[in-house]
């Protein structure tokens, strides 16, 4: 039984997207998720699909890849797709049948919505799938800088993060052979009554955190062995550094924002 997760999962290919430095990346998706919020009209719509079609073939990350790491959402976009469609009563009507009553406001919102949290969402599996943990990591180190020159642990919260990102896979597949194992001894979850589907979870989840435990104590062992001190001043064995392309990078993002804000 197979979990896909795409946390923490890169995709490695040679790309203009993936030779950009991770802040960069995380900072342009970052402007893109949140424009995807200010387009309200058709045009504004469209402008997004081509820019989400455009950092596709940019990333050369092939659709199907990209598709398979966000299709655990689009049973959820299609629900936020129903529920627009029966509940906005906007508009013109199109169709009435009893209680119920499709509206233009209502079509128009079940396609709105849903297209706009798809597109940051794929915007967001691409910055995941052109970027190694360790990258995103230095993004987030770079990022908590502020904190650790006002004293507060800002290189200990980017570890955590790193860290986090690099055992999603870990555990996701420890959960895996754990589900193996329990539907060996008859306990599947999938099966029988909700009481037994209750029980064979919470066996799961036992194992799954006894697991997580056994990771992290393995894990602090390591850092101690290798002599960790919080607080310390470190360097990178490949230091991060601005280019011409991250500037490219960047007025295109910006000119990207700016035209789905004023559209």
């Known amino acids: 039984m197979a979990l896909r997760i795409c946390v923490g999962q890169y995709y490695a290919t040679d790309s203009p997207i993936h030779r950009l430095d991770p802040r960069t990346k995380a900072a342009c998706a970052l402007a893109l998720m949140l424009a995807t919020f200010f387009v309200r009209a058709p045009l504004g719509l469209a402008v997004l699909a081509a820019c989400v079609i455009a950092l596709l073939a940019a990333a050369r990350v092939p659709a199907g890849e990209v598709l398979s790491s966000v299709r655990g959402v689009l049973w959820v976009l299609l629900v936020l797709a129903v529920f627009n469609l029966l509940l906005v009563r906007d508009g013109s009507a199109l169709l009435a049948a009893g209680p119920i009553m499709i509206t233009t406001g209502g079509a128009w919102s079940a396609v709105l919505y849903p297209v706009r949290v798809f597109a940051a969402i794929v915007v967001g599996a691409l910055l995941l799938l052109t970027t190694t943990p360790t990258e995103l990591g230095d993004a987030f180190d770079a990022a908590c800088s502020p ?117």
């Open 147 to 263: 904190l650790t020159r006002l004293g507060l642990p800002g290189h200990e919260l980017a570890m955590v993060f790193s860290l986090m990102l690099r055992f999603i896979p870990t555990l996701a597949n420890d959960a895996s052979a754990i589900m193996d194992a329990q539907v060996a001894r008859g306990g599947e979850v999938a099966r029988g009554s909700l009481g037994r589907r209750l029980r064979a979870i919470g066996s799961v989840l036992v194992a799954l955190m006894a697991s997580s435990m056994r990771h992290a104590d393995d894990l602090a062992r390591a850092l101690d062995a290798r002599c960790y001190e919080s607080g310390a001043t470190r360097s990178r064995w490949h230091p991060l550094r601005f280019g011409a392309r991250d500037a490219v990078a960047f007025a295109t993002t910006a000119g990207m924002v700016a035209l789905l804000v004023a559209l």
